[in-house]
């Protein structure tokens, strides 16, 4: 693509908004296309059950003009069309080439040319560094209209590479995140069945995060949907819970991250659920991982499957995880409850530790607890016996430290997760009633 000549705009500077406040890039709904309200970044066409906006713009391949606008704090990268070219209303009009606004001190070296770039020629590293500043789309800035779908699951499952690859943005976005600890959420605009529609994939941290304590996930996972409920009556359209089919291991981190989800899904919302296996190219065999697959299905994931859950697979590409959304994208949404979290914190206004997601939290921390207090037992007999001193004596001592750390940790956790004797009681009977 050759270097635009200079560009001009018909669009005074001015009409551009942009939130400074929360640095994300959003552009103003007045300056879009008719139906179009508010667009974030969203990326070449894709194959597959959807393609992105517009499916096959002839006119927009060829036709518009690169357009560059600039205040004194502000670059913003564009396509312009006058109603000759198609544009309906000769105002601007936003489509699948990313359409930035960007805060020129947030720019840095890498970024920089983009100021003289059409869109389309956006290098690598710059659109790494465009999509860092569009993803986070706050709940204050969700939209009725929006598809909400939320991702979930053990950290280094996927969920962050699975977004990255729907919004067509290159494998950077999680090199620079490599731990999602805090919730991102990215809307991206497609094209289905002749409807524009904007997706908002919800990035959730795993509870076994590096940085945050389990507590503290649940509590930004269950805070960011009682908002989506509270301001707008937001409901999640999908859930889909990211499981790495070339782990091993169910024990531990992967069966705590499922049941604590489960909990936060409810029975009722298991037909908006997918149960994602990733990383097939990373397990020893096809037949291993099929083998793997059929024992979740037979067991783990079975209470979820007889409630309508879904088993898919993803081939990490864009065209999969776009077959796996889009059976979420036609849901109406009068036709939806709210899941489980947001049915207790918001319509029955409860503390987090009186949800069910606390109280699973809240077993599997006292589970896991237990094995590692055993553990601490076994140590300090071992030390005893090898008595002072020597190297193997110095190990044991390291981990039995570590252990206890550990173990400090998770009290503190379980003290905010606590609930009345009572109330666990009538938790418990009720819980029995439904599915585990
Ligand atoms: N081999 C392989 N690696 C993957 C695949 N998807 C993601 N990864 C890698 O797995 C690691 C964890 O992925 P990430 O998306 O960050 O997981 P998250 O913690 O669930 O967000 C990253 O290093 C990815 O590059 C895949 O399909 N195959
Ligand atoms: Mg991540």
Known sequence: MPRPSKLTSTVPPSTTRADVSSGTTQIDSSLAGPSRTTSSVTTAPTKGPISLSPPQDETFESG???????????????????????GATGRWKFWSYPLINLRKDKLDPSTEDLQSRPPQAISRKARRRLMKETQNIKTEELKVTDKVIALMGPTGSGKSTLISTVSGADQGVHDLMPCTNEIKAMRVRVTREDEDIDVVLVDTPGFDDTYKSDYEILQMISEW????????????DGLLYLHRISGNRMAGTPLKNLEVFKKICGPQACTRVAMVTTMWDDVKSKEMGDMRKRELVASFWKPMIDRGSKVVRYSNTSDSAWAILDPFLGHRKQEMAPIRIQKETVQQNKQLKNTDAGQELYNELDEIDKTRLSLVGKLQKQIERSGSGGEIVEILQLQLAELKREHDKTVAELQQLK?????????????AARYR
């Open 64 to 86: 518009g003009q690169d357009l560059k606008q600039e205040t004194d704090d502000w670059v913003s990268i564009g396509k312009h069309k006058t109603p000759e070219q198609g």
């Open 225 to 236: 949907i009682k908002q989506a409920l509270g301001y707008k009556n937001i409901l999640l």
């Open 419 to 431: 609930m009345s004797a009572p109330k666990r009681f009538l938790k418990h009977l009720k819980n």
